[in-house]
């Protein structure tokens, strides 16, 4: 079955870039000239997805405007020729059909994605997190649909972290199956606490997820932090269907986390055609004062 549409949450509160995400959705935040919940959506575009489903709150409707067309803005660009720019503009409400569903209260990301349940109806379906980027030659997204096309089962991306970061991620222990970067996954658990897990393979924000998980999210109560995750609703998942871990191809930021949005800007910015050469010398001044 072909996975049609991506969930993509931003109901989240942010705290991590606070004062920042005070009134500013962090999805809002720029990196480099668009913010970064435009990248995710570029990404699913990229990948063959036909519809967005935008798990939002209150305050967050800036998003939604962001992909809608700016009557007062167009009309201002074409007054002032500024032709490119309003052709630019438009590309960004014509990208994809989006749908938005709210998520009343912050439970967590396992409510978030339950949220969307009505919308996404009887089918896999794709979930991106809205502050995670991934850097890649083939988008992160098509890597694990073509993989999907195989397996027809979830998948979890991941990528390897340090022993002593497995706390701060839902880390999986699984089996290298017969794909490439790919592994079955027998057990995963959220945030373990140090020495309770060996493995170093740390889920990001992208899933291929088959619909019986809403009905695992039914019933999930609250774990870590008093939230309702998603990697506790994943491991009951996988006690009834097979699950697999991919190993992606290409580099994640955490553009949640002020240092990951610090290294995302930076890599966006040496690979921007017209900015990169110059942002490289100046890090090399920069570097060679210190
Ligand atoms: P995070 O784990 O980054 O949570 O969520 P957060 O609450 O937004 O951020 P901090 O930890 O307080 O800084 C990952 C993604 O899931 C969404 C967030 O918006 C983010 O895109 N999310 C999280 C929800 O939509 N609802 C939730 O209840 C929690």
Redesign the pocket.
Known sequence: MKVRKAVI?????????LPATKSIP??LLTIVDRPTIQYIVEEVVASGIDQVIF?T?EGKSAIENHFDYNFHLDAVLKEKKKVVLGEELNNISNLIDIVSVR?KK????G??IWTARHVVGNEPFMVC???DLVLSKIPCAKQMLDLFDEVGESIVAIQRVPQSETFQYGIVEGEKDAHDRTFKVSRMVEKPAPGTTDSDMAII?RYILMPEIFSILDTTTPGHGG?IQLTDALLALTKKRAMYAYEFEGTRFDA?DKMGYLKAIIAYGLRHPGLGKQLLEHLKEIVAGQ
């Open positions: 949450p931003v109901a989240g509160l942010g705290t991590r870039f962090k999805e798990v709150s998520q912050p439970l967590g990301l409510h978030a997190l809205g502050d924000g939230e949640g």
